[in-house]
């Protein structure tokens, strides 16, 4: 074979080489990408790109629980590391200032977020709370905050103006939380749920016990000076839930009473079911919160050093929790200036709430 042949020989074998390592790389590609979802190939961190836009679109209706789904997304992104969010709901009357009859513009959720601003290790909680909107409107201010929302639908019912206490539509709103709620548990994730009349002076985990076997931390209007009695005075404005079968078992019952309970709210159905013996026949462990460090309208803490969070609670209207809860965190912040001054020589006993006329007055008339 002369010097040409040669050359044509060992270039037909290179070029054979080449193709063949081509082919190899393009079957190779094409396993790859078979096994590789779309989203992983055009978005490395897809899986956790909720994390870093927390104001996407939430919507889900009410009821409905499947593997994963909006409402799975705004639960993961607003829990803490042991699975536990905070819960506030709210509707267009807590967060509209045009709902209200006076110019002070100020809303109910204006306020809570301030109690968080102003109070003791607070602040950072504010990243772990999950607000419900109930309404467009409270959906969209709710945004507008750049707050961890959920959009809460219930199909047929208009949960958008103010729901004066005990009132139909008040009634429907509390049922339709207890349903929400319930699912928050089936999800695996244990909760604090509070109102936004509540005031977050402190940081309430410090003063919750931290002993697992009890399932249910709750209010009270009235505490009777013992943390195990059932002859308290419940109130669902505030409380603290572990998930566990048990629970989750506590929040089926008391739903399943929607329907056999006429012109009560679910707190009064859920205190018929305590003093009929369900939370030890679920082998519950409840305890019942001081009003000295949960305090409320209804009875107010006596100790500024300890209270922890103030709930306008024994009051009827929007407009007349708005007007008592600013003159608390006005009392809250005289307090703080003057205890980080040492403006009292360290002597706070003579600190005291100012009275809460608007809410007194609510139950006279319509305020």
Known sequence: MDIFSQGVSSGTASQVTIAALLLTGLVYIFLVSSSSSPASLLHPNAAYSYSSCKQKSLRKQVGAAPAADELDMALRAAATVNQTVIIAMVNRAYVDPGERPDDSNRTMLDLFLE?????EDTRGLLDHVLVVAVDQTAYEMCRFRRLNCYRMETQGVDFGGEKLYMAEQFIKMMWARTLFLTNVLKRGYS?????TDVMWLRNPFTR???NESEDLQISTDHFNGNPWSEANDINTGFYFVR???RTISLLETWYSMKDNSTGMKEQDVLLHLMRGGIFS???LGVRFLDTLYFSGFCQDSRDFAAVTT??????RSINAKVHDLSAVLRDWKRYRFDSSSNRTGGDIRWYAWSPHHGCVNSWRRNL
């Open 281 to 283: 026949r679920l082998g």
């Open 243 to 245: 998930t566990n079968n």
């Open 191 to 195: 909760f604090i749920f509070t109102d």
């Open 208 to 210: 919750l016990s931290k």
């Open 115 to 119: 109690s968080f601003w102003l109070g």
């Open 310 to 315: 103030v709930h306008a609670n024994c009051c």
